[in-house]
């Protein structure tokens, strides 16, 4: 990567299903925050779900961070490496972001540095008021988040 890294920020998630939308809201709160510090090479994006023609849309940047609410056992938040996976546990309702990542790489021969921010939800029904403890968890990967797009040098990942 030469220069400066176009990044983008994608969270997907349904707002009215409670928890499922702190990768929506992650997304949100970034665009702002990129704005008034002038990163102009950060953008990002929402959905309610990933869907097959991502693979486009991710072929135009160097640096993807995939941020999705999670039902899984980590503390507040868990922050990996992703890597591409043409495992097709493809429905009709979703795709994985590994999935998305392995179909940039097939189609456009481009392998963006590709991360997967997942943070902790609690309850999932049909509201939009997110639990307290979903919101400290929005809170502390917001606040990891912009450190880590602060510091490029962070996405510097040994082969």
């Not at 949100?28 to 023609?53: D, F, K, M, V």
């Not at 979703?94 to 902790?120: D, E, G, M, T």
């Not at 968890?137 to 510097?156: H, R, T, V």
Request: net charge negative; hydrophobic share 40%.
């Amino acid at each position: 990567m030469k220069g400066t890294p176009e990044i983008l920020v994608y969270g997907y998630g349904n707002p009215g299903r409670q928890d499922d939308a702190l990768g929506v809201l992650l997304a949100e709160s970034i665009e702002p925050w990129a704005r008034e510090n002038q990163l102009h090479h950060i953008h990002t994006e929402c959905n309610y779900q990933l869907n097959i023609e991502d693979a486009h849309k991710i072929s135009f940047f160097d640096i993807v961070i995939f941020a999705d609410a999670s039902k899984e056992n980590i503390d507040g938040y868990s922050y990996t490496v992703l890597e591409p996976s043409a495992k097709t546990d493809f429905t009709m309702h979703a795709v994985s972001p590994a999935f998305i990542l392995s179909l940039c790489n097939q189609i456009y021969n481009k392998y963006p540095l590709a991360f997967l921010l997942h943070i902790k939800g609690f309850d999932w029904q049909f509201m939009q008021k997110m639990t307290s403890g979903a919101t400290k968890n929005l809170n502390d990967a917001l606040c990891f988040l912009k450190e880590i797009l602060l510091k490029n040098n962070n996405f510097k990942v040994c082969a």
